[in-house]
């Protein structure tokens, strides 16, 4: 693993385990290295609750709970495919963040509307915050586009635990007693 790999982990682990926040991955043409560069830190335990490993379409369905219409509409690298790969990681795992990402990492099955390299991810959290990024890598070599996925799949993870910290909910103050006041 590289030190950028090992430095975002650590630091997305170090701010999960302060803000008591659980995390899935769902994960196709990285075939688990999110979750292996998570785990890779200690007390990791803490904030890791699993990962979901879904390289092809019956695994997404299956696991994860990706329509069969979308799949065949948009196909198993897309947007669409990566946001129903989220939820359905957030909804099987009852975490708080979940990271999907589905891409083509080469040598080979590219097409001209979707090269190598191209990579889209989808984080969400329980709180119904998510986003989404498509990254267009080319044709840098399988092991790069996994490794660079990685990062950015790492990195969103790390933005949303960021948001859903500032986000959390606090507890009203309680009244002033009324004790020592005289009655009108």
Same mark, same amino acid.
């Given at each position: ?7 975002? @982990?650590?630091? !997305? ?9 659980? #995390? ?8 688990? !290295? ?6 890779? #830190?200690?007390?990791?335990? @803490?904030? +890791? ?14 696991? !994860? =709970? ?10 198993? +690298? ?11 990681? !957030? /909804?099987?795992?009852? +975490?708080?963040?979940?990271? @999907?990402?589905?891409? #083509? ?11 190598? =390299? ?10 119904? /915050? ?9 044709? #840098? ?38 004790? =020592?006041?005289?009655?009108?």
């Amino acid at each position: 693993m590289n030190d950028d790999v090992i430095a975002t @982990a650590g630091a !997305l682990i170090k701010l999960c385990t302060e803000r008591k926040l659980t #995390i899935a991955t769902a994960e196709s043409c990285t075939g688990g !290295l999110v979750a292996g560069a998570l785990t890779d #830190i200690a007390g990791s335990s @803490a904030v +890791v609750d699993r990962g979901f490993v879904t390289y092809s379409n019956n695994a997404k369905q299956q696991m !994860l =709970g990706v329509p069969v219409a979308t799949l065949k509409k948009y196909g198993a +690298v897309s947007r669409q495919t990566a946001e129903a790969m989220a939820r359905g990681a !957030l /909804t099987k795992a009852k +975490v708080d963040l979940a990271v @999907a990402i589905t891409g #083509i990492a080469g040598p080979g099955g590219g097409s001209p509307d979707k090269p190598v =390299g191209l990579v889209h991810f989808a984080a969400a959290s329980r709180d119904g /915050t998510s986003m989404h990024a498509a990254m267009r890598y080319g044709d #840098i070599g399988r092991t790069e586009v996994r490794h660079k996925s990685v990062l950015q799949a790492l990195r969103m993870l790390m933005e949303l635990a960021e948001a859903k910290t500032t986000a959390k909910p606090r507890k009203p103050a309680k009244p002033a007693s009324a004790k =020592g006041r005289k009655k009108p």
